[in-house]
């Protein structure tokens, strides 16, 4: 066989056949690096505004606004909702991918691969955000308000979570799926919950979006809040969009939840 059969012609040079099958076969079931990639790129740059703006804050005498520094992980969440939903269901969050597994749109074959990207996607942004800043990522963490208590920041983030997962179940559902401008609500959502919460608990929402500044900081003082409180306020959205909505999304919410590479949908017809 002429050797240049098994290449392929681009421009001013070629690549090997096989070089490019490997790299263009989304359909192929083994392409998990991709999802896998996708979640820690996404929750890499979700932390990089998250905790960057008071990391910034700390480091530039108060430049960056509370306003400004609660928006923007909202509307990055936005943009990458957009930017790669389709790959992975854009999850970059641990609570997001435990709600849809409980709801039947994820396999929870799945979940442990994605919760350790997101963590991975974390620290490595505050780990990034302290070395060009320069200031501790403790900046960019969050914490219980000091005029408050632990417990109290814990049922915020309880019944922000709440919200923030019925936003994202009722978007991602065969009942109600609005398919890419669901990102319009969801990024809107985050962006409303930490303007008016986020002086008591910071307005997490997201255990990963926590631990990677506290990890870099070494400093987990209440950080069961925002492991507990995000969990717990998954599990109640997902008994809230049963009762809404009835068991599972269908076909629309296993499409939302996993991406279009090759999804696993248990019943295809299901609306």
């Known amino acids: 066989m002429d050797a240049d059969a098994e290449r392929i012609h681009l421009g001013l040079g070629t690549i090997p056949r096989d070089l490019v099958a490997r790299l263009t076969l989304f359909d192929d079931p083994r392409r998990e690096w991709r999802r896998i990639f996708s979640e820690f790129m996404g929750t890499f740059f979700l932390v990089l505004v998250a905790a960057g703006g008071g990391m910034m804050a700390a480091a530039f005498d108060g430049a960056i606004g509370r306003t400004a520094a609660v928006v923007a992980p909202g509307l990055m969440v936005m943009a990458m909702i957009m930017f790669m939903g389709k790959v992975s269901g854009a999850h970059f969050n641990p609570a997001v991918s435990m709600a849809f597994a409980l709801r039947g749109d994820f396999p929870w074959s799945r979940v442990p691969g994605y919760v350790v990207a997101q963590i991975a996607g974390a620290v490595a942004a505050s780990l990034f955000l302290q070395a060009v800043i320069g200031v ?37 559902s065969g009942a109600q799926n609005i398919g890419i401008i669901g990102a319009v609500g969801v990024g809107s959502y985050i962006a409303l919950a930490g303007l008016w919460a986020s002086p008591l608990s910071g307005a997490s929402m997201n255990p990963t979006r926590s631990l990677g500044p506290d990890i870099v900081a070494n400093n987990y003082s209440a950080y069961w809040v925002y492991l507990a409180g995000p969990l717990l306020g998954a599990l109640v959205a997902v008994g809230a969009a049963m009762i809404l909505r009835g068991s599972g999304g269908g076909r629309a919410g296993s499409l939302a939840a996993q991406g279009d590479i090759k999804p696993d949908i248990e019943d295809p017809t299901k609306a």
């Open 136 to 172: 501790s990522a403790s900046n960019g963490a969050t914490y219980p308000a000091a005029t408050t208590t632990d417990m109290a920041a814990f049922w915020m983030e309880v019944v922000l979570t709440f919200g923030l997962l019925s936003v994202i179940l009722g978007t991602a």
